[in-house]
């Protein structure tokens, strides 16, 4: 699709030879294009598909809840506890990524715990000017203390989001459940019916997370089918740990048409030839990518790379509390580092909202909801 000139841009507050420009639509083609602040980056509405609800926790909330259950884990300060649960400078492997989330299970200690998570992870979604969230999590972590069931944990997070919903009307969220390739089958088995029961109440999707590196694809092809005929959306981590065949796989096996990360897709022509043919959208998170060891730096990110193969892609965050970044972060790094320009970020923002995993109706209604914010640049934390 051709856009226009990228408009948002002129709505913007920015100063061109010395003549400030307000909220005023500009008409003809601008003279400048002033790199967006991040002012401009924070106000833009912005719309998540890949995000872990258990990667998305407040350290401030960690430390309390480390400190009131005595939890043995350093909680003196954020700076003690920050190394367990966040990747901290030098971390570049996707086991040191990976073992934040085993201390994080130790958290979820109580259904209230629990729903203040959840709650929070909206709540800071909201303040960062999402308008649309598609938010996933693992029942299998939350329940993993053992002491609760799959689907108690399932309702207590539709529960706190709902709650949510009322406090910041004006994002929308809809929920993701995750299983791990490292997990048993028959363990992801449950979590998809879990799931399946309750698709009124805002369950959307299903995920394969997890040891891309170890676990294949193919033994999930059994969940992932009979979850797709009770109406259940399915998206996949692939690619990203592994090579391009892991891509194909998940398209191929497990028939999703989003898949989580994905860059390495860029490794195999005929990989990248069955994505476009199969226009498949590829979840990309940047950061993430960096701090698990997929790329060096962000200058050799393949996001441009899959941009110019004509891949469908969009800018998520996958774990803002592991990685300390928000969605405006990740907005800012695709300008600065990777050189994405205006209508490349307004591009990963419709087709994220044509990948939702909403009906064609609704998927409709958001795209308007988006055209109409970025038009008016309206803050949902406002
Ligand atoms: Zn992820």
Same mark, same amino acid.
């Given at each position: ?5 990228? *408009?948002?841009?002129?709505? &913007? ?9 307000? $909220? ?5 083609? %601008? ?23 258990? /990667? ?6 960690? $430390? ?30 996707? @086991? ?10 130790? &958290?979820?200690?109580?259904?209230? !715990? !629990?729903? *203040?998570?959840?709650?929070?992870? !909206? ?36 529960? %706190? ?15 993701? #459940? ?19 029961? @309750? ?9 394969? %997370? ?37 891509? *194909? ?5 497990? /028939? +999703? ?21 199969? =226009? ?12 698990? /060891?997929? #790329? =060096?730096? &962000? ?24 990685? /300390? ?9 695709? +300008? ?16 994220? =909202? ?13 795209? =308007?909801?988006? *055209?109409?914010?970025?038009? $008016? ?6």
């Amino acid at each position: 699709m051709q856009l226009p000139w990228p *408009r948002i841009c002129l709505a &913007f507050s920015f100063t061109v030879s010395s003549v400030t420009v307000g $909220r005023t639509r500009l008409a003809g083609p %601008a003279i400048l294009m002033p790199s967006p602040s991040r002012a401009d980056l924070a106000a833009l509405p912005k719309l998540d598909l890949h995000r872990h609800l258990e /990667g998305a926790l407040r350290l401030t909330t960690l $430390r309390a809840i480390a400190q009131q259950h005595g939890l043995d884990l350093p909680a003196d300060s954020l700076a003690a506890l920050r190394p367990y649960v966040q990747v901290v400078d030098g971390e570049r492997s996707f @086991r040191q990524f990976l073992a934040k989330f085993d201390v994080l299970r130790r &958290f979820y200690l109580s259904p209230e !715990i !629990i729903h *203040r998570l959840a709650f929070e992870v !909206i709540e800071d979604a909201a303040r960062d000017n999402l308008h649309y969230l598609e938010l996933r999590f693992t029942p299998a972590a939350l329940a993993s203390s053992g002491r609760f069931s799959l689907a108690d944990v399932t309702d207590w997070v539709i529960a %706190a989001v709902a709650e949510a919903g009322r406090v910041y009307p004006k994002l929308q969220v809809r929920l993701i #459940v995750s299983v791990n390739r490292h997990e048993p089958v028959a363990l992801a088995e449950q979590v998809a019916q879990v799931a399946a029961d @309750r698709q009124a109440r805002g369950i959307a999707g299903l995920d394969l %997370a997890g040891d891309e590196v170890n676990f294949p694809a193919a033994p999930f092809r059994g969940v992932f089918q009979a979850a797709r005929q009770a109406g259940l959306g399915c998206v996949a981590h692939a690619g990203e740990w592994t090579g391009a065949a892991a891509v *194909r796989d998940a398209i191929e096996h497990l /028939g +999703v048409r989003r898949v989580g990360h994905g860059v390495r897709v860029v490794e195999d022509p005929a990989a990248v030839a069955l994505a476009r043919e199969r =226009a498949i959208v590829f979840e990309v998170c940047l950061t993430s990518n960096l701090q698990s /060891g997929v #790329v =060096a730096a &962000f200058a050799a990110h393949a996001l441009p790379r899959m941009n110019a193969l004509g891949l469908r892609t969009t800018l998520n965050t996958d774990d803002p509390g592991v990685s /300390g970044i928000t969605l405006s972060d990740e907005y800012q790094i695709a +300008v600065d580092a990777l050189g994405l320009s205006w209508a490349d970020l307004q591009q990963a923002l419709f087709t994220a =909202a044509d990948a939702s995993l909403l009906p064609p109706a609704e998927r409709a209604a958001l795209a =308007a909801r988006l *055209r109409a914010a970025l038009d $008016r640049l309206d803050p949902v934390s406002e």
